[in-house]
C-alpha cells in the first residue's frame, strides 16, 4: 500500500512540473489565449454605418479580394504592390487611371517566394525581404513588369519562430534597413538579428546590427522634421491585459531598447530582468511613446504631402492591428500621432470600427501615402486595401464580393474519394488533437478564433499553405506535407 502511495506521490509530482512547465511555456513564447487571427468577411451592408473618421475624411475600399494583404509599396508610375507573405506572393494594383478613387485590377507579379514582406525600390530595382533571405529583381516602372531574373542577395537570415516577417525599406542615406523580429515572446535569441535593426549596402554586403531590443519593429519610418527613424514596436505578451504597452521607438545607432529585459518606461521584465548584463540595463533607451498595451502598432508612415489638413502634415499614420490575448479587444485602427514642438506625441483615432464589442471585421496592417496624397491602408483580415482622403467624395467602406464565399467546401472534398477523405479526415483529427488545436480554436468560446467556416475561405491547397507561414500568434508547427493536407481535409470537413 505504500508503494502504491509513493508512486502516487511521484506521478503527482511529475504532473506538478508538467503544468509548471506548460505555464511557463506558454508565458514565455505566446502568453494569454483569446484569438484573432486569420482572415475574416466583411458585411458590405454594415461597413457603412460602422467604420468611422473624423470629419472631413472619407474611406472607400481601393482594392479588394487581397486575402492576407500586408506591406504597401507604390511604383513610380502610380501602380501600388501589395505583399502577401502568407501565399508567397506579391499583387500589383494597377493605378487608379479613370479617377474613380479604385484601383483598375490586381494581378500577379511575384510567386514562389519564402513568406515576402518588406518591399521597396532603389536604382531599378525591387527589392524583396523574405523570411530567411533578400533578393531584388529589375523592375519597369511604365510597364509594371519584372525585367530580369530575381536574385538573392543576403541569404541565411533567422526565420521561423513568433515573428518570421522582416521589414525593409531604403533609408535617405541610400543604404537598406531591415527589421527583424524575435522568435519567441520573451527569451535570450541565439542569433544577435533577431529583434534588432540591421543596415547593408545596396548589393547586400556590409551587414551592420545598428539597434537591439526591439521585440517586433514590423514598422519604421524617418520622420522628416529631424531625420531619425522612428519604429514601432509590440510589447510581449503574459503579464496581463494592461500592460507593457506597445512602443514607438527613436532608432539610434548602437542603442539598445530593452526587449527582453525591460518592457516600457525601462520597468524590469519579472521572466528576464535578473537575467540582464547590467551593461544593458544602464543604456537602455526608454519608448517616446507607448500605445495601449496587445494594441500592435505595425505599419508607420509620416505625413509627406499636403493633400491633408495642415495639423496632420508631420504627423506619423500609424496601424493597431489589434490585440489577440486580452480578455477585452482593443486595438483595431489606425491613428495619428502628431509631435509638439517640446516634443511631446499625441495619438488621435484616424479610422476606426473595424471592432465593435469584440466583434472584429478587420485588422489594419500597414500603411502608405499614395502619389495622390491619401493614404493606403492594407487589412490582412478583410483581405482588402482602402484608400483614406481628405475632402473627397468616396463610397462608403464596402466589399461587395466579400461576403461571398471563396470556396464550397462539398466541391472542395468532392474532388476525393470516401475512402481517402475519411482516411485523411481521421488523421488530421490527430494532429488537430496532437498539437492542441482545440484550446485556441474552441468553438464556444468568446473571443476565439472560429474554424466553422475556414472551409469556404480555402481549398485543401490553399490551407497547406497557411500552415507553413500561419498568421501570428499562431505558431509553425513541424508538419510533414501529408500531415498538413490531412489537416486541411479535417478542418474543412468539420
Given amino acids: 500500500m505504500r508503494k502504491i502511495v509513493r508512486i502516487a506521490g511521484y506521478l503527482a509530482a511529475f504532473a506538478a512540473v508538467v503544468i ?68 508567397g506572393k ?13 484601383g483598375d485590377g490586381t494581378r500577379l507579379l511575384m510567386d514562389g ?106 514598422g519604421f519610418d524617418w520622420r522628416p522634421a529631424d531625420g531619425m527613424i522612428y519604429a514601432t514596436d509590440n510589447g510581449r505578451d503574459g503579464l496581463g491585459d494592461n500592460f507593457p504597452p506597445c512602443e514607438l521607438n527613436r532608432i539610434e545607432a548602437g542603442n539598445f531598447y530593452g526587449w527582453p529585459y525591460l518592457n516600457g518606461n525601462n520597468v524590469i521584465d519579472p521572466d528576464m530582468g535578473d537575467k540582464a548584463p547590467k551593461e544593458l540595463l544602464d543604456r537602455a533607451v526608454p519608448p517616446v511613446h507607448g500605445f495601449r498595451a496587445h494594441n500592435a502598432p505595425l505599419g508607420i508612415e509620416f505625413v509627406r504631402g499636403d493633400a491633408f ?69 492594407s487589412d490582412d483580415y478583410a483581405g482588402a486595401v482602402y484608400r483614406l482622403a481628405w475632402g473627397e467624395a468616396q463610397r462608403d467602406v464596402a466589399l461587395p ?33 496532437r498539437y492542441g488545436c482545440r484550446n485556441c480554436h474552441n468553438q464556444a468560446a468568446p473571443g476565439r478564433m472560429t474554424l466553422a467556416e475556414v472551409g469556404t475561405r480555402y481549398d485543401i491547397d490553399g490551407l497547406s499553405a497557411f500552415f507553413e507561414k500561419p498568421t501570428a500568434p499562431m505558431p509553425i508547427y513541424p508538419l510533414s506535407e501529408d500531415e498538413k493536407r490531412a489537416l486541411a481535409v479535417y478542418l474543412i470537413g468539420r
Avoid at 90 to 102: I, Y
Avoid at 179 to 188: A, E, K
Wanted: glycine share 14%; net charge negative.
Fill in 309 to 377: 489638413p495642415p495639423d496632420y502634415r508631420g504627423a506619423a499614420i500609424v496601424a493597431l492591428h489589434g490585440s489577440w490575448n486580452r480578455s477585452e479587444k482593443d486595438g483595431y485602427k489606425v491613428v495619428s500621432l502628431h509631435f509638439d514642438d517640446d516634443g511631446a506625441i499625441t495619438e488621435r483615432d484616424l479610422v476606426w470600427g473595424f471592432e465593435v464589442d469584440d466583434d472584429v471585421v478587420g485588422r489594419p496592417a500597414e500603411v502608405t501615402e499614395g502619389p495622390d496624397g491619401a493614404f493606403y491602408i
Fill in 401 to 433: 464580393t466579400s461576403h461571398e464565399p471563396v470556396f464550397d467546401p462539398a466541391t472542395t472534398l468532392g474532388s476525393l474519394d470516401a475512402a481517402e477523405r475519411a482516411s485523411l479526415a481521421e488523421a488530421g483529427q490527430a494532429t488537430f488533437n
Fill in 20 to 87: 509548471a512547465g506548460l505555464y511557463i511555456y506558454a508565458r514565455m513564447t505566446m502568453g494569454a489565449i483569446n484569438f484573432t487571427t486569420g482572415e475574416g468577411k466583411l458585411d458590405a451592408s454594415l461597413l457603412g454605418s460602422r467604420i468611422k473618421t473624423p470629419p472631413g475624411f472619407s474611406l472607400g475600399v481601393y482594392a479588394p479580394d487581397i486575402p492576407g494583404a500586408r506591406l504597401l509599396r507604390f511604383t513610380g508610375a502610380g501602380d501600388l504592390l501589395v505583399a502577401v507573405p502568407g501565399q
Fill in 90 to 102: 506579391v499583387m500589383l494594383v494597377a493605378r487608379d487611371a479613370n479617377g474613380d478613387k479604385v
Fill in 113 to 218: 517566394l519564402n513568406g515576402p514582406n518588406g518591399l521597396d525600390f532603389h536604382d531599378g530595382y525591387l527589392y524583396v525581404a523574405e523570411t530567411d533571405v533578400i533578393g531584388r529583381v529589375p523592375f519597369d516602372v511604365s510597364s509594371g513588369k519584372l525585367k530580369g531574373d530575381y536574385s538573392r542577395i543576403v541569404t541565411g537570415l533567422p526565420g521561423g519562430g513568433n515573428h518570421w516577417k522582416k521589414t525593409l525599406r531604403f533609408g535617405p542615406d541610400g543604404m537598406m534597413y531591415v527589421s527583424m523580429g524575435s522568435s519567441c515572446n520573451v527569451c535570450i535569441e541565439k542569433d544577435p538579428r533577431r529583434a534588432s535593426m540591421v543596415r547593408y549596402q545596396p548589393d547586400g554586403t556590409g551587414e551592420t546590427i545598428i539597434a537591439t531590443g526591439l521585440r517586433n519593429s514590423a
